[in-house]
């Protein structure tokens, strides 16, 4: 069940990338930091090159190849006895982001998901949320 391992920093490549032309995806592990192809970059998609032999790119995109990225086996089961390497992209659609991934950014348009207690603790991270609103 390698699609269970889940969608964080422990595995740069995700389970499942739908792809849709001009997407916005967040580059999730550097890969040409003097093109910007870093982690938490922003970029729109462009198209999905399937032939190995190609040589050209239209002026203005980078090209992002796939990575393998080896997921340990966590024996939790009697059947999950060995490593795995999930191949593919290292990013992620940028439709849904954490606070932490856009930090220090201007955004548009928001969606927000706040939960919390009713009666805030101390420790509660979101009743200490702030939003600035600005036109």
């Known amino acids: 069940m390698i699609l269970s391992y889940g969608d964080d920093s422990s595995a740069p490549v995700p389970a499942i990338f739908m792809f849709v032309p001009g997407m916005p995806v967040v580059v999730t592990k550097n890969s040409y930091q003097g093109l910007k192809l870093v982690n ?7 198209d999905v090159i399937l032939d190995k032999a190609f040589v050209r790119m239209p002026p203005g995109t980078i090209l992002l190849t ?4 080896k997921l340990e086996c966590v024996r939790r089961l009697p059947w999950q006895r060995h490593d795995v390497t999930r191949r593919g992209l290292p990013c992620t659609a940028a439709s849904a982001c954490t606070d932490y991934k856009v930090q220090g950014r201007t955004l548009e348009r928001v969606g927000l998901e706040l939960r919390g207690q009713a009666i805030p603790s101390q420790c509660d991270p ?3 949320l702030h939003l600035r609103h600005s036109h």
């Open 40 to 46: 938490g970059a922003n970029y729109k998609t462009q």
């Open 66 to 69: 796939p990575l393998s990225s």
């Open 126 to 128: 979101y009743s200490l």
